[in-house]
């Protein structure tokens, strides 16, 4: 008999900068949580998948960006990465003011147990965690 696996279990990809990236990435880590029979997990990395793959697309140059999903034993770490080395900071908006821009941060901030973004000499990566096996309220 063989023995389970040890360490992290990992998916990634990569993606063309275009409109059709977010929805590729979408579905794509969605099938990688669900192949791992973390359901409950799908909703909210769809929503912060998309918010980070569309901030690539949106505000960077890249010619690619890459998405990965990593399971650990208490948690999911999403990564995506690009090439802009401008690191990305939520919107500190007022509540009477209109404009989105930086939102999605807000939102992903909200759904995570942690986020945040590390430069490197190659560009950048946005990392979120989501608990296995708890909630974020």
């Not at 999903?69 to 208490?74: E, F, G, L």
Request: aromatic share 4%.
């Amino acid at each position: 008999m063989k023995a389970a696996p040890t360490g992290p279990q990992r998916y990634s990809d990569g993606y063309s900068p275009r409109d059709t990236a977010p929805a590729r990435a979408r579905r794509d880590v969605a099938l990688c949580l669900r192949t791992w029979g973390l359901d409950v997990l799908v909703d909210d990395a769809r929503l912060i998948v998309s918010e980070l793959v569309t901030n690539a697309a949106k505000h960077t140059k890249t010619r690619r960006i890459g998405v990965s999903v990593t399971r650990h034993p208490d948690h999911v770490r999403i990564v995506v990465t690009d090439t802009s080395r401008t690191l990305p900071a939520p919107a500190t908006h007022t509540p009477e003011d209109e404009a989105e821009a930086g939102r999605g941060l807000q939102l992903v901030d909200r759904l995570t147990t942690r986020w945040g973004s590390k430069r490197f000499r190659t560009g950048k990566q946005v990392w979120a965690e989501l608990p296995v096996g708890k909630v974020v309220s």
